[in-house]
């Protein structure tokens, strides 16, 4: 009974069991636990075209993590739709099926922004598991009067407790500084001093060692992930007709991404009689 309720409060930090057959959980920030996902939506990552040089510096950043080397803290940011939380899953699944005796256990934590406030509370859970932990934030922001951010500062690095060895936070975010621009703008106009406190917005982003900016894709590389999603797919298409509805379809949605390919060939395969 005193455990449930010091859990309940928020104040059982005990190791916590895993699923054997889970690499993969979401944090409930409420029952304070870990929750097994089996079976995690993502693709195979040679399937992520148009963003190479991203894939190989974020793999070998979690590939030293994995092997209980040195590695950083990872923000993926920019354009929507171009495979930053694809990614981030991609490159787990990809090291956990490697055939590699000297890397350890790799397991991905999601966990929601509104829970950053507990992110403490999940660290003292793991951190004397032997597994190393991949803690994985999608669609990382703040906006205008949150402070949950200042948690996270100390929890990345500055804080007495710090980051556990044996895990890593990985988050993807629209935004390359996760604060409004406005906000920040208006930092420098109206604060006694200015500098400060534009500062202190910015440096949250500064506290993750590798930051990879995704961008908006051409024509050429839109078309070549439509293409790559319909080999692997094996959906029977003439490329000539292929190329004129990939085309139709970005045009009508406005915009050119990785995501509106995979939308385009879930919307192909239907014609065609196809799973995906």
């Known amino acids: 009974m005193a455990r449930s309720l010091a859990r309940i409060a928020g104040g059982d930090d005990r190791p916590i069991a895993l699923d054997a057959e889970a690499d993969a959980y979401l944090w409930d920030a409420g029952a304070r ?30 590939l030293a993590f994995a092997r209980g080397h040195g590695a950083n803290n990872a923000l ?26 000297e890397l350890e256990t790799l397991i991905l934590i999601e966990i929601n922004r509104e829970d ?22 999608d669609d990382l922001s703040f906006d205008r009067d949150e402070t ?51 500062e202190e917005k910015v440096s949250l982003s500064d506290r993750f060692g590798l930051w990879l900016g995704f961008h908006k894709c051409d ?4 078309l070549d992930m ?3 999603y319909v080999a692997y797919y094996d959906i029977p298409v003439d490329a000539a007709e292929l190329k004129a509805k990939a085309i139709e379809w970005a045009a ?15 919307h192909l395969a239907g014609e065609k009689g196809r799973a995906v």
């Open 33 to 62: 636990q870990l929750v097994p996902v089996r079976s995690v939506n993502r693709v195979p990552l040679d399937l992520l075209a148009g963003v190479e040089n991203l894939k190989a510096i974020l793999l070998e950043n979690t």
């Open 76 to 101: 993926l940011w920019g354009a929507r739709g171009m495979g930053k939380s694809s990614m981030v899953k991609a490159v787990h699944a990809h090291i956990n099926g490697m055939e590699d005796e």
């Open 116 to 137: 950053l406030g507990t992110l403490p509370h999940l660290l003292r859970f793991i951190a004397s598991r032997p597994e190393r932990f991949v803690i994985y934030c």
């Open 148 to 198: 949950s951010y200042k948690a996270l500062k100390s929890v990345l690095d500055g804080g007495l407790e710090g980051r556990p060895r044996n895990t890593l936070f990985y988050a993807t975010s629209n935004r390359r500084h996760l604060m409004p621009r406005d906000m920040i703008e208006n930092e420098s106009s109206t604060a006694i001093n200015p500098g400060e406190a534009v």
């Open 219 to 222: 024509q050429d590389t839109y």
């Open 226 to 228: 439509v293409s790559s």
């Open 252 to 266: 009508t949605r406005g915009s050119r991404s990785g995501r509106v390919a995979i939308q385009f060939v879930r």
